[in-house]
Each structure stands twice: as C-alpha cells, then as structure tokens.
C-alpha cells in the first residue's frame, strides 16, 4: 500500500499519522527502479523476487485468526531502502555535473524538512492522538497521583484494567527499580495494585457506591449522580467519571475543555488548580 508506505502508516508501529518511509523516497524508489532496469538487470530481476518474497508471509497469513499483521509486510523494508539507495547514489553520481550541488541541497532540504516532520508527529501529536496511549488516560494518571497524596483507598474500574495499570504505571512513573519485582508480580497473578490504588474490572463494581474515592471508566456503565468526569481532549466527550473527589470540586470547573496553551499539555508540571480547571469536567 503506498498509502501504508508513504504516508499514513497503519498502528502496527502506533504512529498511524507517518508511513514507514518519507514521501520523498518513493521518488527515489521509482528512480532507483529505473536505473536499475537500466544498468544492472539481473540485480534488478533479484531484488524485485526478494520483495515479493518478503510479502509472502502476510499473503499466506490466516488474517481470520489474529488479523493484519504489518510486522509481516516490514520483511520487504530492506530491499526497498537498497532500491532507494541506489536511486539517490545515481542522481549524485556526477559530482563535475553542474546540476550536482542543486541536487545535492534539494535533498538534503528535503530530507531534513521531512525528518522534523516526523519529530513533530512523535512528540507532539503522537502522544495525543486516537487509538493508543491517550491524552485521557495520562489525564486519569495525573488525578490519581495527585489523590495517593490522601492516602485513602483509591478504586479504578474498567474493562482493560490490565492496561490502566499499565498506563498509570507509564504516566506516573511509578515502575522503579525499587519496586519492580513486586509490580511485575501483580501483573502476571493480575493483581493490579499499587500502594492503597486498585484496578478492578467492570464486574467487580458494587452497586452502591461507598465513601472512598471511585473512578469508572464509560464502558463499565451509566454515570451515577455527583461525579466529575474526565474527558477526551477532540470533543470532550466522557472517558472517566470520578466519585467522591476531594482534589478538584473544590475549584470552578468548566462544563468541557477549551482554551488549551501548549504549555498545558505537559500535564505531569501542571499546579492542581489549574489541571483540574484545564482537564477535569463538572456537568
């Protein structure tokens, strides 16, 4: 897919807004392609059977058993970078050529515009977007550290409580050297704890709620009355609903999140007052 490739890449490697490679190479592989009809044929024909080769897995791949598997269409990466190699190695081949210098900075230019694009993707929009580890999940990672100050009893349920722990874990950076046996335990007996906060699947959520702070992730049900809510940053549409908070319900709250500084972002530097105001919801 030259789309997969070239531009929007798919969630094998999680940054689905960059292909694998950079829009510039697939001049280069089309170039590089034809120089290499051009003057060396039997290499060509070689590298041409390794690709096809290389997609081989994926094709004989039982997609109905666990899906698309991009890491299986990656095996053709490396022939395709020798194609655009020799592309490039071709057009700089002739350094007395008048043209080679031009050539040379509308590369480099190129290249180094096309490498800052990708920076930006994988710092600054990456960590924000749809689909991975998302903007909520850090936001209800910041919440939480910021109620273990209490030490009262904290309870988080949802239906991935495997993967909030994880991301709180991520987020907080609570997974150290000094406790790393200890947390590595919980995950494999699926005990998610950490100090006085569990993590709990849907089920295990009692119909009444008690005096301890609860936090419910939106697919483990209706919104009970009186809670506060975590939202998602594109609509501010509900990811979380908070129960008996003592952090935040104090300040003015907004009714949706709205007038964001960049600044804001940096969630974990953030003063209490104005990460509740900025990220935490009262409707």
């Known amino acids: 897919s030259p789309y997969n490739l070239f531009a929007g890449g798919d969630y094998f490697y999680l940054i689905g807004i960059h292909g694998l490679f950079y829009y510039i190479d697939a001049f280069f592989l089309a170039l590089g392609l034809l120089f290499l009809f051009l003057k060396n044929r039997k290499l060509f024909v070689f590298l041409i059977i390794c690709t096809f080769l290389a997609a081989l897995p994926e094709v004989f791949h039982n997609a109905a058993g666990s899906g698309i598997l991009m890491s299986h269409v990656t095996l053709i990466v490396p022939f395709l970078i020798v194609i655009i190699g020799f592309g490039i190695s071709n057009v700089l081949r002739y350094r007395n050529n008048k043209y080679f210098y031009i050539f040379l900075g509308v590369i480099i230019l190129g290249y180094g515009f096309l490498s800052l694009s990708f920076v930006n993707s994988y710092f600054f929009r990456f960590p924000l977007q749809e689909g991975t580890f998302e903007m909520q999940d850090r936001t209800l990672a910041k919440y939480i550290s910021l109620a273990d100050n209490t030490k009262d ?28 046996g200890l947390l590595n335990k919980s995950i494999v007996d699926r005990n998610f704890v950490i100090n006085n906060i569990s993590f709990l699947p849907c089920d295990k959520r009692p119909l009444i709620l008690g005096a301890n702070l609860v936090i419910n992730a939106i697919d483990c049900g209706k919104r009970s009355g009186g809670a506060l809510t975590i939202g998602q940053l594109s609509d501010s549409g509900a990811r979380y609903y908070i129960y008996n908070d003592k952090i935040c319900s104090k300040y003015n709250l907004s009714g949706f999140i709205s007038n964001l500084k960049l600044s804001d972002l940096s969630i974990e530097g953030l003063p209490v007052k104005n990460f509740c105001q900025t990220f935490i919801i009262s409707n």
């Open 153 to 180: 009893p904290i309870t988080i349920y949802s239906s991935s409580p495997n993967l909030v722990f994880k991301e709180f874990l991520f987020y907080s950076n609570n997974y150290k050297n000094n406790n790393v």
